[in-house]
Each structure stands twice: as C-alpha cells, then as structure tokens.
C-alpha cells in the first residue's frame, strides 16, 4: 500500500511539471466502475436460503433451523468484493399467510420483489414438487425482475435426479439461468457469484466495505435464543415461539484477583401461546430451558467476545401471532 501510493505520488509529481507550462482541460476523474444491487432470496420455507446468506457472507448473520418458517423478517446480508457489493436480502419462505404473524412475513416478500435488481429462487433437490411449489410460481409469475433458479441441496441428491428438475422448471417461469447448488457446501456458488455480477447494474457502493448486515447485536441476539429455542422442540412449538430481549447491560466486575472481568448481562423473554407449551420449553426440573441457554450463551459469548450472563423467562401470551402489539415489538428489535 504504501509502495504504491509513494508511486503514485511520484507519478503524479512528474504529470504536474508539463502542465504547469502547458495548461490542459482538467480530466473527469473517472472511478472505476463496479456492480451494485440488490438480489432476493425466495422460495418455500426450509429450502436453505438462510443457509445460502450465511455461506455466501462466510459469517453467520441469519438464523438457520430445520424446521420451517425460522426467518420472520428479511435482513439483509451485504457482500463487498473488488468487482462491487451484492446486497442479498434473506426473506421468510413463500407460504399462504393464516395469521397476523404470517401475513407480515410475506409483506417482507412481497416487497423484496419490488426493490431487488434480481431474484434467486431456491427450490430443494430433495423434494417433490408440490403444492406449496405451485405457490411460489404463482407468486413470481408477475414479477418481471429478471430471475435466476437455484436448485439447492444437491450435495445430497444423485446427479441423475437434477436433471428432471431442470426440465420440470425451465418452462414455469422466464428463468434467466438454472444453476444447481448447495448452500451447505457451497457447490457453485462462485459461478452464481460471478453471473450475479453480471446481471447487476454498474453503480455506487451503498455500503460502506465493512457492513455486514442491516441487523442490530440485538436482533441478532435474539435469534439466536430462537434458534436453539428451534433446535429443541418440535410440532406447533417452533411457530408459536418468539424471543425478545428485555434488557443489555455491560458491567465490569472485578475478579477474586482483583483484575477487571467485563460481563454482559442479558435478559430475555421467550414468548409462547400455552402453558403447556411453557412447560416443554422448560423441561424436567428445568432441564431443556437449562440446555438451550449453555448452548445460546456459547454462541453470543463469541460473538460479544465478553463473557455473558443470559437470564431467559418463559412467558405466555396467548395468541401474540395475532397481536399487532406484540409484533411490533419483536420487529422493532432489528434496528
Ligand atoms: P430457509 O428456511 O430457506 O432459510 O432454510 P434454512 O437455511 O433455515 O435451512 C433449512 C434446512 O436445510 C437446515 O437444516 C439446513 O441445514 C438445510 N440445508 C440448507 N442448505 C442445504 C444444502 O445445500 N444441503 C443440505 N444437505 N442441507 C441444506
Ligand atoms: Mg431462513
């Protein structure tokens, strides 16, 4: 770095001397141009967008469970490269909405459609079409932001199986390019990173080169109780939980040496509908609450690189799917 700009300065030492007895036309400075845009992630719940975010970034900024329906808000996860920035927005699974909650994840969707240069649509080599599949279709056949298919989860799939699948999709929608992937792994997804470029438009970073997310800590902190929260349970449970944080204090405690031990302490409120859905959580004599807390304080002790306290409570709020006051809460966490 420095060799260089001693270069340039030398260089630039030698351009002004002839200028400065024969003066030109100041030049337009001219910055190179880069690829800047926004591109969706859509498809059904559980089809690995989430995960594909996380691996592209090679940091974990999205939740990621196996049960659907995990991510509830879009956020954005921001890629900066020498060839421009790619902001992918990371959006809840295309589904038919039956609750408040449901029906805000899917204005998340809908107007991602609106804002993005481009749109991915994940589908899962692993499953049949279906349905839900039939859904998705039906909501992108408006939409004329130019869009790609990626077939995910073929690091589990035979090669052979990929195929039909490509046959199946290329005639549903005016697919730009097919690409079959695995977000896991990371099967293509330098080739998908290279025709994302392509696509998107030349343009001004809008993000400074070391965002990462448009998410707050405290957002993220509370994703990732859910997600072990999701890990555990199973059934109704994974859809009728939220996580929201009460409180973050940072404090310096002193240690039995007398050294400074900086501690956080966070306090967390896990909402369910029923009582007995509390009880689950909980576990026998505490158990389960137990176990998701070491592995939710693992977790966000590396992130804070601060040894944490994490006090977590399980309350009940009956129907808080359906309760506007309720959403607006855990929504206005992000940032
Ligand atoms: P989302 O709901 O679309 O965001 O899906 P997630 O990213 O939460 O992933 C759902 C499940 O699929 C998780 O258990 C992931 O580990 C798994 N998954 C995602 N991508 C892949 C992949 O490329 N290969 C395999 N084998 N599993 C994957
Ligand atoms: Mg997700």
């Given amino acids: 770095m420095e060799t260089k700009n001693k270069e340039k300065a030398v260089k630039k030492a030698a351009a002004i001397k002839p200028a400065a007895r024969k003066p030109k036309a100041p030049k337009e400075e001219k910055k190179p141009a880069v690829k800047v845009g926004y591109v969706a992630l859509l498809g059904r719940p559980n089809v690995g967008k989430s995960t594909l975010l996380n691996t592209l970034l090679g940091q974990k900024v999205a939740i990621v469970s196996d049960k659907p329906q995990t991510t509830r808000i879009s956020i954005l996860g921001i890629k900066t490269t020498e060839k421009g920035q790619i902001i992918f927005i990371d959006n809840p699974g295309i589904h038919k909405p039956l609750h408040a909650l449901n029906r805000r994840m899917m204005n998340f969707v809908y107007s991602s459609l609106e804002t993005s240069d481009l749109l991915c649509l994940l589908i899962d ?51 730009k390019e097919i690409i079959p992937v695995s977000a896991l792994t990371g099967i293509n997804l330098d080739v998908l990173e290279d025709l994302i470029y392509k696509s998107l438009p030349e343009a001004v970073k809008i993000y400074s080169d070391d965002e990462i997310s448009d998410q707050s800590e405290r957002f993220l902190l509370a994703e990732i109780v859910r997600e ?4 555990h349970v199973k059934e109704e449970l994974p859809f009728s939980t939220a996580v929201y944080i009460d409180g973050i204090e940072k404090k310096v405690l002193t ?14 409120s896990i909402f369910v509908e029923r009582d007995n859905h509390r009880k689950i959580i909980i576990g026998r004599r505490g158990s389960l609450i137990k176990q998701i807390g070491i592995e939710a304080r693992k977790e966000i002790e590396e992130i804070l690189a601060t040894e944490i306290y994490l006090g977590l ?23």
């Fill in 125 to 175: 080599a692993t499953q049949p079409f279906g349905h839900g599949d039939e859904f998705v279709i039906e909501t992108l056949r408006k939409v004329k932001t130019p869009l790609f298919l990626l077939i995910n989860k073929v690091d589990v799939v035979r090669k052979d199986k990929v195929l039909p699948i490509i046959e199946k999709y290329k005639d549903l929608l005016p697919f």
């Fill in 313 to 335: 409570q399980v309350r009940v709020r009956p129907q808080w799917r359906d309760s506007e006051d309720v959403l607006d809460l855990i929504e206005g966490q992000k940032g």
């Fill in 228 to 231: 072990k929260v999701l890990k």
């Fill in 255 to 268: 240690d039995k040496d007398g050294n400074p031990r900086p501690m956080t302490f966070i306090r967390t």
